[in-house]
């Protein structure tokens, strides 16, 4: 009723982010897709960038929800330096839900620049608990502290509202993560190396691995008998040395055709 009364795409915006905060209350996720929408086409049709910049951290909220966090850490991390949605929650646990998502969402070189040389991060990253230690576990490589400073993040996760049902998922993700990012710098590594670099023993490396790799998350394969990790990651390289080759064929059978006509 107060948004059919209300004039101006600002006023009815208020209203819709009332209405989005009411179904995150209570997790009605069919609602605030509806509300997210109407928010954008109201935006398009007027709305200034403060309330813009809101409707990101509302729907890379919803994002994260509904587990896609590749869009959630998009849209997190391009509210970072306009954030203004404190009626949601506090600017310390926007920027856990950003470092979290960005953590198994992005790639080495964007976490470098969009998260750990983020000024608006480092402002805050020490603040939050276990975070600053877990994030330089994982791009300083500094593998002693992952589990130690994973415990410490797995703990928050599971008493968070929006990030506790998928706790499971990211504790698996991130572990996918950084073995990938271990493995890619041998051909073969034995478990026992492995295993002292992460400070837990043999049998949780051999059974860790062996269920990532079992259910194709790791391009790996473990051989138990010479006790050693051999990656098997696909090789890019070659997948392009090959599209070259055909591709040259091609170019080269047409050269041969056009040659033909311009000779007779």
């Not at 000024?119 to 500094?142: A, G």
């Not at 591709?247 to 000779?263: A, H, P």
Request: net charge neutral; glycine share 4%.
């Amino acid at each position: 009723l107060a948004y059919k009364k209300s004039v101006g795409s600002n006023a009815k915006l208020e209203i819709v982010f009332d209405i989005l905060q009411l179904g995150f209350f209570f997790s009605d996720y069919k609602l605030i897709k509806t509300e997210i929408d109407r928010a954008k086409e109201l935006l398009d049709a007027g709305g200034d960038w403060e309330r813009r910049n809101r409707l990101k951290v509302y729907e890379a909220t919803y994002f994260m929800i509904v587990r896609d966090l590749e869009s959630a850490a998009n849209l997190f991390i391009d509210s970072v330096a306009t954030f203004a949605a404190g009626e949601l929650y506090s600017f310390n646990k926007f920027i856990f839900y950003s470092v979290v998502t960005s953590m198994v969402a992005l790639n080495r070189v964007q976490l470098r620049e969009k998260v750990v040389e983020s000024p608006e991060i480092l402002s805050v990253i020490e603040e939050i608990p276990h975070l600053e230690s877990f994030l330089q576990s994982v791009y300083r490589c500094h593998y002693e502290d992952f589990f130690e400073s994973l415990s410490g993040i797995m703990g928050l996760i599971s008493r968070d509202r929006y990030l506790s049902r998928h706790a499971s998922h990211f504790l698996r993700s991130i572990r996918v993560v950084v073995y990938s990012q271990f493995l890619e710098s041998y051909q073969s590594v034995t478990i026992s190396a492995m295993s002292k670099k992460f400070g837990v023993s043999e049998e949780f490396v051999d059974s860790d691995l062996s269920m990532l790799i079992a259910n194709g998350r790791l391009n790996a394969k473990i051989d138990k008998v010479r006790g050693i990790i051999e990656t098997n990651r696909p090789d890019a390289k070659n997948a392009q040395y090959q599209t070259v080759i055909k591709q040259g064929d091609l170019l080269l059978n047409r050269v041969q055709k056009l040659s033909r006509v311009i000779t007779y």
